[in-house]
């Protein structure tokens, strides 16, 4: 069974972030400048340095200007993220995660070890791998996960 680090040796190995004070202007433009859907979001901890607290994407930034109008666009995060962290680890499968994203309805995911943040997983690394793999069980899975 596919596992999670074996998306990530298959992948670039940047990871696009934005702190939580960043306003979602600088949200939107990372997001255009990248081509991507979605950002981690971190923060600085004065005892542990630089931790993950949640992924802001599309939808969130979407979902604060029909509720807030062009103003949200100078809102911090920290104000705008809309639900809590989910994460999950290099060994967990791609069932696992797919469970994880239909569940919580996010379409990326940050990969930790430990604390550290080591990559992220979404929807389109998985659907890429299953068309790789389509006889593989992940491409039974994708219907529901699709949804998110």
Not at 24 to 39: C, F, P, S, Y
Not at 89 to 113: A, F, I, S
Not at 123 to 131: C, E, L, T
């Amino acid at each position: 069974m596919m596992t999670v680090a074996d998306i990530l040796r298959m992948k670039d190995t940047r990871i696009i972030t934005v702190r939580l004070r960043e306003t979602a202007a600088t949200a939107a433009m990372l997001l255009e400048r990248e081509n991507i859907g979605a950002l981690v979001v971190k923060d600085v901890s004065r005892t542990e340095g630089n931790i993950v607290v949640g992924v802001f994407s599309e939808r969130d930034l979407a979902r604060a200007i029909a509720r807030h109008g062009a103003a949200a666009l100078e809102m911090p995060i920290a104000r705008l993220l809309a639900k809590p962290l989910v994460s999950c680890g290099e060994r967990d499968t791609l069932d696992t995660v797919l469970r994880l994203m239909d569940k919580h309805q996010v379409r990326l995911l940050p990969v930790m070890e430990e604390h550290t943040l080591i990559g992220v997983i979404s929807i389109s690394d998985i659907v890429r791998n299953a068309v790789l793999q389509s006889e593989s069980g992940v491409a039974r899975s994708l219907p529901a996960a699709l949804h998110a």
